[in-house]
């Protein structure tokens, strides 16, 4: 089976871990900003003023804001349809409450449009993924505090007017169910418990998550129908960091375990997004777990007025549920689970399963019924380069080909897919970690983890061989 005509082939990065450019052109802190680096096993930490001589992994990332031109000159040489990538929040808005935007930060952006333009890559921007202006955690905690949805309406009018001859496909927050997790709170909301040190040190407040979620489902809803008033031809779509979760074994303990993961995990952000409303299981969970969301009277018919045209998530790994409490659990699996016995994983722990994107491609347009995209897929590791300066990262190519062949199998199956965007095209920071050494690109980007390097590019085998395959159409794997 063949993709069809004007698929999307492409990469995608994140402002906050590829930009760099942190206190350039008028640009105020992010809460990444804030993040200091890390490494697989120490975590990073948050620091609510910057430390001197700490390194702050966010600050210069890979410095697209420098190089953006040539980034763009390579991705369209490898024939990329689409690029994925994000706007820096605090870099149109300093501190995120500001009532006029920063005029020198839309026009670097007006001019990574018009790069983007000239080689016929469409834009899909990302409106808010992972860099919350620090001004708004230090003012309201982020998005734990309702004002902060007038704020993010703020950006978006200034957004979509400003860019609605350039892009077209928008995505309104980036993984927005990671709030369903501790991690999210800082990372996706901008929201700073006392005490809270690192990324991941357990100090949480499940109520304080789930009403901000609830603030980002209604600032999304309230930003689709802004944006089709706007211009009526934008797509604008939801992010979910999709877990895909199976059952260890036909225990029915197992299988309800495993589908009441999927419905937290997943199936409560696509359910208010798609749909507009929250789902019947949603409702027991928060009286179960004492959380009880504070609504205004007009925000159910606000969710049911801003229902995105499209879905679009991440899909790295797939996860195994036990009711069997004294299994090991797999070592690396950011969000728990199993070993999996039949799948090997990355270097990282990471649970490798082409078969499994099939799956979700399937259980999602049986439920939704509208077009998917997937905005984020690849293979963190280790590179090396050799004496010759060439990098065979066989590895990556192999994963990315298991993973397309299962793409393919997908939309022979008859789900509607229509856009592939690679995470990482060019290496950058690793989110979680702040490492550098977890790379991700078809491009090597020369900068090690404690930020030394000239910061050239590379292409990696992996580049010419997606050359290839965007070039076929995915025949040429």
Not at 84 to 112: A, C, H, K, T
Not at 348 to 369: A, V
Not at 449 to 460: A, E, W
Request: glycine share 10%.
């Amino acid at each position: 089976m063949s993709m069809k005509d004007g698929f999307f082939w492409g990469g995608a990065t994140a402002a906050n871990q590829f930009e760099g450019g942190w206190d350039k052109g008028g640009k105020g802190p992010s809460t990444s900003d804030m993040m200091t680096g890390g490494t697989h096993t120490t975590p990073r930490r948050i620091t609510p003023v910057l430390e001197e001589g700490t390194y702050y992994p966010s600050h210069e990332a890979v410095d697209f804001y420098g190089h953006y031109k040539e980034d763009i000159a390579l991705m369209a040489e490898m024939g990329f349809k689409m690029f994925r990538m994000s706007i820096n929040w605090s870099r149109i808005y300093p501190n995120g409450y500001d009532l006029e935007p920063n005029e020198e930060g839309l026009q670097f952006y007006d001019n990574v449009f018009a790069e983007l333009k000239k080689y016929n890559i469409e834009p899909l921007v990302t409106i808010s993924h992972y860099e919350t202006p620090f001004g708004l955690t230090q003012k309201y905690n982020g998005w734990a505090s309702r004002e902060v949805i007038d704020c993010y309406i703020r950006y978006c009018t200034t957004l979509f007017n400003r860019y609605k001859d350039q892009v077209k496909y928008w995505l309104t927050f980036n993984e927005i169910n990671c709030l369903t997790m501790p991690m999210g709170a800082y990372m996706a909301a901008g929201i700073l418990f006392e005490g809270k040190e690192t990324l991941i040190d357990g100090v949480d407040d499940p109520q304080t998550r789930f009403q901000a979620l609830h603030h980002q489902f209604v600032a999304s809803a309230k930003a689709v129908k802004l944006g089709h008033e706007i211009n009526p031809d934008f797509q604008i779509g939801c992010m979910v960091a999709f877990m895909t979760t199976y059952p260890k074994t036909c225990n029915p303990d197992d299988i309800l375990l495993a589908q009441k993961k999927d419905q937290l995990s997943n199936m409560i952000c696509g359910d208010v997004q798609v749909r507009g409303a929250y789902p019947g299981f949603a409702k027991r969970f928060f009286a179960e777990e004492g959380i009880q969301i504070e609504m205004q009277p007009e925000d159910a018919q606000t969710l049911r007025e801003g229902c995105v045209d499209f879905y679009s998530f991440s899909y790295y790994m797939s996860l195994v549920e036990s009711a069997d409490e004294s299994l090991d659990r797999a070592e690396g699996n950011l969000l728990g689970g199993i070993k999996n016995p039949y799948l090997e994983a990355s270097d990282w722990g990471w649970q490798i399963d082409p078969k499994g994107l099939r799956y979700t491609l399937n259980h999602l347009y049986d439920r939704y019924q509208i077009p998917l995209m997937v905005v984020e897929n690849g293979l963190g590791a280790v590179d090396v380069v050799e004496e010759d300066g060439s990098i065979q990262d066989d590895y990556r190519i192999d994963y990315l080909r298991g993973h397309i062949e299962q793409m393919k199998e997908a939309v022979a199956d008859g789900v509607e897919l229509i856009a592939y965007t690679m995470w990482g095209c060019i290496d950058l920071v690793s989110a979680s970690t702040g490492e550098m050494k977890k790379r991700y690109g078809f491009i090597h980007v020369n900068k090690d983890n404690d930020g030394n390097g000239d910061l050239s590019r590379t292409p990696k085998k992996s580049f010419h061989w997606y050359k290839k395959v965007i070039e076929s159409n995915g025949e040429e794997l």
